[in-house]
């Protein structure tokens, strides 16, 4: 018998709301350590493999794993009415993302792409609330615009005067994130977050095998440890497992909520960049980054 004081989790256990709420605080906490983890993978995975190579067996190599268990577990196929919602999903988090970020990780360090990236949960909170109908107040927009400004004052110091290639494919993948991350959020309300990941994965198949067999016809492979582990890494954690546990987290907590939790990410992926791959680090990076989580902070409390 259910009360009023209890949910049912996708599993079908009743979850009493603090405990569920506590489950989803942490879920979406490991979701955030997998995705600060990305870019060092990512540039330990180029040194062995092209940028098309990589993006396109680490897309295959997720989707062998969530196909397997999506046949496993014997789960039907989604309604025709969420088709939709896990193309953009797949095009966001799927191929658009990690596509950009590694065109953008040949040139850039891992350290000035975080910084970058810093404003996912901002366009993520951003792009949330237009889906939703809602109107941001006055103070999230100026947040916002201050932690932009920030961004792109430190880009353009950075590049030199002017902003690079590099960080052009920064800020798109901005958007298709925050797109695939807004729609994923939505749909994990009504199907498990990894059912909603595991079907965008599987979506992109028809188009990621081709591209993956002439991708490695053109692009040499050298197997290092660096190389197989970043792929691997890259796969397996931030494409399937760590977005599984991201989207059960945002479902849980609600997507605003979420972002909070993602404040950390820079953060975390500055320390790796040091401990990783012995980047050194600018002074304008940590405080451009602790900036931009001001920020996204005052946006967070402005949305209630």
Do not use: N
Request: glycine residues 10%; positive net charge.
């Amino acid at each position: 018998m259910r009360t009023q004081s209890s949910a049912i989790a996708p599993t079908g256990i009743a979850v009493s709301g603090a405990p569920k709420a506590t489950l989803g605080t942490l879920q979406a906490a490991l979701g955030v350590t997998v995705f600060s983890l990305t870019f060092p993978a990512t540039a330990w995975g180029l040194e062995g493999f092209g940028p098309w190579s990589l993006v396109a067996v680490r897309i295959v190599l997720a989707a062998l794993i969530a196909g397997v268990c999506l046949l496993a577990l014997r789960v039907p196929l989604p309604a025709r009415e969420h088709w939709t919602g896990l193309a953009v999903v797949a095009g966001g988090v799927v191929f658009g993302f990690p596509l950009l970020t590694t065109l953008a990780l040949q040139t850039s360090t891992t350290a000035h792409a975080a910084v970058v990236v810093g404003l996912l949960p901002l366009t993520t909170a951003l792009l949330s609330a237009l889906r939703v109908g809602s109107r941001p107040s006055r103070t999230f927009w100026a947040a916002a615009l201050v932690g932009a400004a920030a961004v792109l004052a430190f880009t353009i110091q950075q590049s030199g005067g002017a902003l690079s290639t590099a960080d052009l494919y920064l800020f798109a993948a901005l958007l298709v994130c925050a797109a695939g991350y807004t729609e994923g959020g939505r749909l994990a309300r009504v199907m498990p977050g990894w059912q909603v990941i595991g079907w965008a994965l599987v979506l992109c198949l028809p188009l990621t095998v081709p591209a993956t067999a002439l991708a490695l016809s053109y692009e040499p492979v050298q197997l290092t440890f660096h190389s197989v582990t970043g792929v691997l890494w890259v796969a397996a954690g931030s494409q399937f497992l760590g977005l599984v546990v991201w989207y059960r987290g945002m479902a849980a907590i609600g997507i605003p909520k979420a972002s909070q939790l993602q404040l950390a990410q820079p953060l975390l992926t500055l320390v790796w960049s040091v401990l990783l791959l012995g980047e050194h680090l600018t002074v304008a990076a940590p405080l451009t980054a602790a900036a931009v989580l001001v920020c996204i902070a005052v946006t967070q409390r402005a949305r209630g």
